[in-house]
């Protein structure tokens, strides 16, 4: 089945640097991924589509200042947490649409913890 | 507000015992699909369900749509400690894709 990859599956960074996550479409191709945010033991909240060509469309209350996404290719889309903060600390999902079912299933990444010191 | 509300938030039963989870909403979704989560990895994929109505089987899960498609159940026989994680029910509305609320369940052996 289609797979979706993240990198890295696990960030430390200090206070006021930059942290970029990697999505990655394995075989097939996402004109399409969606950034979440995870908090323990709850729902994923949807914080941006990422779309390939053009610019991401954010949620409301999401800051697209601070988090920068990138759709670079049809099989790469980064979302670069800038000026981390502790409140930041979360842990970072990403999704693509199955192509065989449209938008009625997604293929999720593993995931990615990110810690601010 | 979410547009999808699942109950219970948490549940923990011992081992063989059996449970519902619900996913309920005011809306209407194209289709719906419920997901399992373990800690620290992504969500994985149980099932899809699209016609009203609709009742499908894995193994010891029971997943039934609603007639008017606006809400689910996930019954679970027998349940293993196995079977512990987040489960999250997910619509298609619009082409728009809506997690619910999340259900955390752990199974005591």
């Known amino acids: 089945g289609a797979v979706v990859s993240q990198h890295p599956s696990r960030v430390i960074c200090k206070s006021g640097t930059s942290v970029k996550i990697e999505c990655r479409s394995l075989d097939f191709q996402a004109t399409t991924m969606f950034w979440y945010r995870q908090f323990p033991k709850q729902s994923l909240m949807l914080m941006a589509t990422?779309?390939?060509?053009?610019?991401?469309?954010?949620e409301q209350g999401v800051e697209k200042d601070k988090f920068l996404i990138n759709h670079a290719s049809l099989t790469l889309s980064t979302l670069t947490v800038t000026s981390a903060h502790p409140e930041d600390s979360s842990f970072y999902i990403c999704?693509?649409?199955?192509?065989?079912?449209?938008?009625?299933?997604?293929?999720f990444g593993p995931g990615t913890r990110l810690t601010v010191l | 507000t979410q547009l999808l509300e699942q109950s219970p938030q948490f549940l923990s039963i011992q081992e063989g015992e059996n449970l519902t989870v619900y996913c309920n909403s005011s809306s209407v979704f194209s289709s719906l699909q419920w997901y399992r989560q373990e800690p620290g990895e992504g969500p994985v994929l149980l099932v899809t369900?699209?016609?009203?109505?609709e009742v499908k089987k894995l193994k010891r899960l029971t997943f039934q749509f609603g007639d008017a498609r606006k809400d689910s159940s996930l019954h679970i026989t027998a349940a293993q400690p196995g079977d512990t994680g987040l489960y999250l029910c997910?619509?298609?509305?619009?082409?728009?894709?809506?997690f619910g609320t999340g259900t955390s369940l752990t199974v005591i052996p």
């Open positions: 999704s693509a649409p199955n192509p065989g079912q449209g938008y009625h299933e997604q293929f």
């Open positions: 997910a619509g298609v509305r619009d082409n728009q894709f809506y």
């Open positions: 990422s779309n390939e060509g053009s610019k991401a469309t954010y």
């Open positions: 369900v699209v016609t009203g109505g």
